[in-house]
């Protein structure tokens, strides 16, 4: 599959350096950066590429893509906050004494025992990953409706099917205006999906521009552009003048 596709989920290569090239872009999968390909970023007296800038970012704010994907806390990845900590420790090079210190105080052979843990639950995710790409599609309509992973929809209570998706789009938006923006979060990110498709990806806005697209749907055309810009569906410059569609 070509970089610039768009697939559902990152892959392992894209979420070990953190980003994703998309339609132009280096679109930075833990927050709503992206960087324009081509363009030389001045950064501390010094001029970075795209990559290099996206790497620098992803640095600073993050703490890297390794830091980045285990600051979820517990369940980050499916695992518990010792388990974190003692990959935390092996990330930062400390050895089972220094781990342990970490832990406070265990024993030596408590840090060997997760790591043993930690190995058998990689075999296993290669596994399930193996699995899972083999399994068949269910019907269209029982499909999950997929967002940007930055977004952070993996709440249940957020989880939506294809079918449930097209009700609620029937129930806010039967012709081509949204009768009223939903509270549920489930409700608002279908509607800022939805209305996110009717922009092209690669392409930059103009605040004008966003304004006339939003108002052609709904009257408080303010109050969704900042939706779209919070809930990681669109990105904008500090100034504000300038806005892209986020597709990672």
Not at 36 to 47: A, C, K, S, T
């Amino acid at each position: 599959m070509s970089e610039n596709r768009s697939p559902e989920f990152p892959t392992v290569k894209e979420l070990k350096r953190g980003y994703r090239k998309c339609n132009g872009r280096l679109v930075c999968l833990h927050c709503s950066h992206s960087l324009e390909l081509g363009v030389i970023y001045p950064r501390n007296e010094r001029l970075l590429n795209a990559r290099r800038a996206m790497e620098e970012h992803l640095a600073n704010e993050h703490g890297g893509p390794f830091m980045a994907l285990a600051s979820g806390g517990k369940g980050a990845g499916g695992l518990s906050e010792v388990q974190l900590s003692v990959m935390r420790g092996m990330y930062d090079g400390e050895d089972d004494a220094g781990i342990a210190k970490l832990l406070g105080n265990k024993a030596k052979s408590t840090v060997r025992n997760h790591r043993y843990q930690l190995r058998e639950r990689y075999r296993e995710a290669k596994s399930l990953v193996a699995m899972t790409e083999l399994l068949r599609e269910p019907p269209r309509d029982e499909q999950l409706v997929e967002y940007p992973l930055h977004i952070r929809a993996d709440d249940m209570r957020l989880v939506v099917t294809e079918k449930e998706r097209a009700a609620i789009l029937h129930k806010y938006i039967p012709d081509e205006r949204i009768l009223r923006f939903p509270r549920k979060e489930k409700e608002k990110l279908v509607i800022l999906q939805k209305m996110a498709e009717g922009l092209l990806p690669g392409r930059d806005y103009s605040e004008k521009e966003v304004n006339q697209y939003i108002a052609g749907i709904f009257e408080d055309y303010v109050i969704l552009r900042r939706y779209l810009v919070e809930y990681g569906f669109l990105g904008r410059t500090p100034d504000g003048k300038r806005y892209w569609l986020i597709e990672a």
